[in-house]
C-alpha cells in the first residue's frame, strides 16, 4: 500500500511539474490556432535525444516565464512525433527556433541560447520598431530596458530623419531597441542638437552621440563599434556576436579574475585606439582554456594572449616563451596592425606523395588543393576518433576511385582533411562535414547535407560542381536502407562538442 501511494504521489508530482511549464506543448493539431491566437510567438521544433535542445530546455523555460506577464508565448514542437509540421517549416536540424507573428509571417531566431538574451530578443520583438518617448520617466524607463538602446532625438518637423530612423529600426529590431523623442524638454537635457542619436549602455562611457546625417550605413557602423565594450568578455553569450563582428578578435587569457581585470584596464589605451579596427576581450581560461588550442596557444599555460581574423579564421598568437605583459601585446598588436606578423598555420606535413585516390589535404596546401579554381573539389573534414567518419572511409575512398578512374580525373578531386590537426578556414560545427568547392567559385562553398552513400555524393558533385562531372556508382545491398537525417544523431553532437569549445 505504502509503495503504490508513493507511485501514485510521484506521478501526481510530475503532472503538477508539467502542467507548471510556461512553455505549450504543440501538435499538429493546436499549432495554427495557437500562433494565430496569440500575437506573438516562439516556437523550438526539437527531438527528445538531441544534446543541445536538453541544454537548451531550463534556459526556454526560465525565459518563457520571464515572458509570460508580457503575453508573449513560448512553445515547442517534438518533431520525432509531429515530422510533417516540422518539415512543413523546413526544419533541418534541431533545435530550430523561429518567431510566429500569426501563421503567415515567421522568421528565424537569431538571438543566443541562454534565458536572458531569449528574454531581450523577444521583448524587442514585442515592441514598435520605434518607442515613441514624451516624458522624462518614459524616457528613463526605456534607458534601462536592455543593456544598450538607441534613442533619436529629432525636430516634429524633420520627417526625412524619423523616416530614415524608422526603417534603420524596422531592419535591426532584433539587435538593438530604438526611442525617439521631439520632445524640446528632452532634447535639452540630452545636451544634443537634433537630429542626432545617442546610444545609451550600462558599460563604459555610458553613452555615445551620433550626431551625422541619420542614414543606415553610417548609423549601423556606429552602432555596432558603440554598443561593444572597450575590453569584453568571450563567452557562451557573446562569442557568436564576436565571430560575425567582421573584425579581428584580441583575447586575453586567465585563469584570475584579478589578473584578467588588471590586463583589461592595461590595455585600455590600446583598445581605445583601434576601437572599430580589433575587439578586445578577456576570456575565463579555468573554464574555456581548451579554446586557446583552436589559436594555437598552449592549453595549459596562461595567462596568454592571440589575435584572430575572424573572417579569414587566421590565428596569430603571442609566443608563450617570455612574459605576457601589457607592453609585450601592445608591440604585438602593433605590429599585427603593421601586417608584419605571420599567421600561424597547424598542420601535419604535406605529403610527398599521394598514396590512394583520396587526395590527402594539410594546413599548409589547403590553398592550393582545396582552392584550386579550376578543379571542383570535394573535401571531407574528419576527425581520427569519429566513429561515422570511419564508417565513411571505406566508400569515400571507392568514390575517389571512381572519380580517379574517369574522364574527370583532371577536373575532379576528392580530398579529405584532418581538422583536428590542420588548420583550415572553414568553420566546421561537426564531424565528418562535408564540403564542395566548385570551380570558378572558390568563395562560396557548398555543404553537403545528405545521407553518406557513394550514389548521392556523385549525384552532389554533378548537380553543385562546374563540370556536372557523374560517374556510375556500384548499387550496394546497404544503400538503399541509410536514411537521409536531416539532423546530426546525439553521438554526432557528442563529437562535434568534444572536438569544439562550447563558447
Known amino acids: 500500500m505504502q509503495t503504490a501511494r508513493r507511485v501514485a504521489f510521484g506521478l501526481l508530482a510530475a503532472a503538477a511539474v508539467a502542467s507548471a511549464s510556461d512553455v505549450h506543448q504543440l501538435t499538429k493539431d493546436t499549432f495554427d490556432d495557437f500562433v494565430k491566437t496569440n500575437d506573438l510567438v516562439l516556437a523550438e521544433f526539437y527531438a527528445p535525444w538531441c544534446g543541445h535542445c536538453k541544454a537548451l530546455a531550463p534556459e526556454y523555460e526560465d525565459a518563457a516565464t520571464q515572458l509570460k506577464d508580457k503575453k508573449i508565448k513560448l512553445a515547442k514542437v517534438d518533431c520525432t512525433e509531429e515530422a510533417d509540421l516540422c518539415q512543413s517549416f523546413g526544419v533541418e536540424g534541431y533545435p530550430t527556433l523561429k518567431v510566429f507573428r500569426g501563421a503567415d509571417n515567421v522568421s528565424p531566431y537569431s538571438g543566443q541560447r541562454k534565458a536572458p538574451a531569449i528574454t531581450s530578443y523577444m521583448i524587442k520583438q514585442s515592441l514598435p520598431a520605434v518607442s515613441t518617448l514624451t516624458s522624462t520617466e518614459a524616457f528613463e524607463d526605456f534607458k534601462k530596458s536592455d543593456k544598450v538602446v538607441l534613442v533619436a532625438y529629432i525636430d516634429a518637423t524633420d520627417s526625412a530623419s524619423t523616416d530614415a530612423y524608422t526603417a534603420i529600426a524596422e531592419k ?73 563582428a567582421g573584425l579581428p578578435l584580441a583575447y586575453i587569457f586567465s585563469e584570475s579574475e584579478e589578473e584578467r581585470k588588471e ?13 572599430g579596427k580589433i575587439n578586445f576581450a578577456t576570456i575565463d581560461a579555468k573554464l574555456y582554456g ?39 601585446i601592445t608591440k604585438f598588436v602593433e605590429e599585427f ?37 579550376t578543379k571542383d573539389v570535394l573535401i571531407e573534414f574528419y576527425a581520427p576518433w569519429c566513429g561515422h567518419c570511419k564508417a565513411l572511409a571505406p566508400k569515400y575512398e571507392e568514390l575517389g576511385a571512381l572519380y580517379a578512374n574517369s574522364e574527370f580525373k583532371d577536373k575532379v578531386v576528392i580530398a579529405k582533411v584532418d581538422a583536428t590537426l590542420n588548420d583550415v578556414p572553414d568553420e566546421i560545427q561537426g564531424f565528418p562535414t562535408i564540403k564542395l568547392y566548385a570551380a570558378g567559385s572558390k568563395g562560396e562553398p557548398v ?47 557528442a563529437e562535434a562538442t568534444e572536438a569544439h569549445d562550447e563558447l
Open 172 to 244: 535591426l529590431r532584433q539587435d538593438y531597441l530604438f526611442g525617439s523623442t521631439s520632445d524640446a524638454d528632452l532634447i535639452a537635457a540630452a545636451g544634443v542638437k537634433a537630429p542626432a542619436v545617442v546610444l545609451y549602455k550600462d558599460f563604459d562611457e555610458g553613452q555615445v552621440v551620433f550626431s551625422d546625417k541619420i542614414e543606415e550605413d553610417a548609423l549601423v557602423a556606429w552602432a555596432k563599434t558603440a554598443s561593444t565594450p572597450l575590453i569584453g568578455e568571450v563567452g557562451p553569450e557573446t562569442y557568436s556576436g564576436y565571430m560575425s
Open 263 to 275: 590586463l583589461g584596464d592595461a590595455l585600455k589605451p590600446i583598445a581605445e585606439k583601434y576601437k
Open 290 to 328: 581548451a579554446h586557446a588550442g583552436n589559436l594555437n596557444l598552449a592549453t595549459d599555460k596562461f595567462p596568454s594572449f592571440a589575435l584572430q581574423d575572424t573572417v579569414k579564421n587566421q590565428k596569430f598568437p603571442l609566443s608563450q616563451e617570455s612574459a605576457i605583459t601589457a607592453e609585450a
Open 337 to 373: 596592425v603593421a601586417g608584419k606578423i605571420e599567421p600561424s598555420v597547424k598542420s601535419e606535413p604535406i605529403p610527398e606523395t599521394q598514396d590512394s585516390a583520396v587526395t590527402v589535404v594539410v594546413g599548409k596546401s589547403y590553398e592550393a588543393v582545396v582552392l584550386d579554381d
Open 447 to 493: 555543404t553537403y547535407s545528405g545521407s553518406r552513400t557513394i550514389e548521392d555524393l556523385i549525384e552532389f558533385v554533378a548537380k553543385n560542381g562546374k563540370y556536372k562531372a557523374s560517374v556510375s556508382a556500384p548499387v550496394e545491398a546497404d544503400e538503399a536502407e541509410t536514411p537521409v537525417a536531416p539532423a546530426a544523431t546525439e553521438a554526432e553532437e
